[in-house]
């Protein structure tokens, strides 16, 4: 058999397709493979170029392969759609991104560390939690909106409904729907303890992380933000600018655009030569909490709450896991 030069690995859950070139561009290998072979079959391969499409698990592919001695590039979905001649398959895939790995000017996602990857799963669950508590709150308010029982807007007011509940003596609720409201309460109770456990964790990796810390400077940016960029963006010397970055996924310049009017797109652009260039100082979380919060609050916590939750949903999109291409 020739000598491999280049390799498009189409990637699955349990069947994956590879397509090999030699130098002159002429097919040497197109077979299928199972899970368990791919390790098995790379290893024994020569020291090759491998083009694999940025998707889910592909970091940890990109990973293992380099472990072998393979030189790995993840590409963008959208930038291997073009090379796609016909009858969209495994096939037809894997020899797009053979074909696309090779361009001069392909554009590749840096690959995640394990430790970047841990954080992203780390803001993923604590969304979840979040939307969970959301929709856990707009069932509570339903349900006793149905009995004529209304609350103000906000957390107290839900703090409210539950008073009512808990209320042995109140007569407007039937007693099936109360001990169905309270399990909700109590549902909401441990949704908020997890979302604080989380918050802390998110603080601790925060701390630990020096690329976080420098971001944290930004206006508008805390710790929240400043390690969801941290995790999504591998290597931000892989971008010109802050302008040719998009944290998350493919999608993030246009909703870049539809977050015009906030101070993301700033950020995002200041985050970019922050993580590359900056030294500035840490600064004390501390430093910017009001005096009149006093110390009942954790000054990390209170600070990681500061404007970061409506900018950190662009980061958290089921596609996130595509990366950012680079310049």
């Known amino acids: 058999m020739q000598t491999v030069a280049t390799i498009g690995l189409d990637i699955a859950k349990s069947v994956f397709q590879v397509h090999g070139v030699d130098a ?21 391969l ?6 694999i499409e940025a998707c889910a698990s592909s970091h940890y592919w990109a990973r293992e392969l380099q472990a072998v001695g393979h030189t790995v590039r993840l590409i963008p979905p959208a930038y291997v759609k073009p090379y796609v001649k016909r009858q969209k398959n495994d096939a037809a895939d894997a020899e797009a991104i053979c074909e696309a790995v090779t361009r001069p000017n392909m554009r590749f996602v840096p690959i ?4 970047q990857q841990g954080c992203l799963v780390l ?7 979040v939307r969970q508590q959301t929709a856990t709150i707009n069932s509570i308010r339903a349900h006793l909106a149905e009995f004529g029982i209304v609350a103000p807007v906000g957390r107290r007011g839900v703090e409210h409904l539950l008073e009512v509940v808990a209320d042995a003596n109140d007569t407007q609720v039937p007693e099936v729907a109360r001990a169905c409201v309270a399990a909700l309460g109590v549902q909401l109770q441990q949704l908020k303890a997890q979302i604080l456990e989380f918050d802390r964790r998110i603080l601790a990796w925060h701390r630990s992380s020096e690329a976080s810390r420098r971001l944290n400077h930004i206006p508008g940016v805390g710790p929240l933000l ?3 960029l941290v995790a999504s963006i591998a290597d931000p010397k892989a971008f010109r600018s802050g302008r040719t970055s998009q944290p998350g996924s493919v999608s993030f310049r246009s909703r870049i655009r539809a977050e015009a009017k906030t101070s993301l797109a700033t950020s995002a652009n200041e985050g970019i030569a922050i993580c590359v260039a900056s030294s500035r100082p840490e600064r004390s979380p501390s430093s910017a909490m009001p005096k009149s919060m006093g110390p009942s609050i ?4 209170w600070h990681c709450w500061q404007g970061d939750r409506r900018r950190l949903r662009l980061l958290h999109s089921p596609t996130s896991s595509r990366g950012s291409p680079g310049p």
Do not use: N, S, Y
């Not at 561009?25 to 079959?41: D, E, N, P, T």
């Open 123 to 129: 803001h993923r669950t604590r969304h979840l939690l």
């Open 298 to 301: 954790d000054p990390g916590l």
């Open 226 to 228: 400043a390690t969801a």
């Open 112 to 115: 995640k560390t394990i430790e």
């Open 24 to 44: 002159a561009g002429q097919m040497v290998i197109r077979r299928q493979l199972k899970r368990r072979q791919v390790l098995v079959f790379f290893a024994k």
């Open 46 to 51: 020569p020291p090759c170029l491998i083009g």
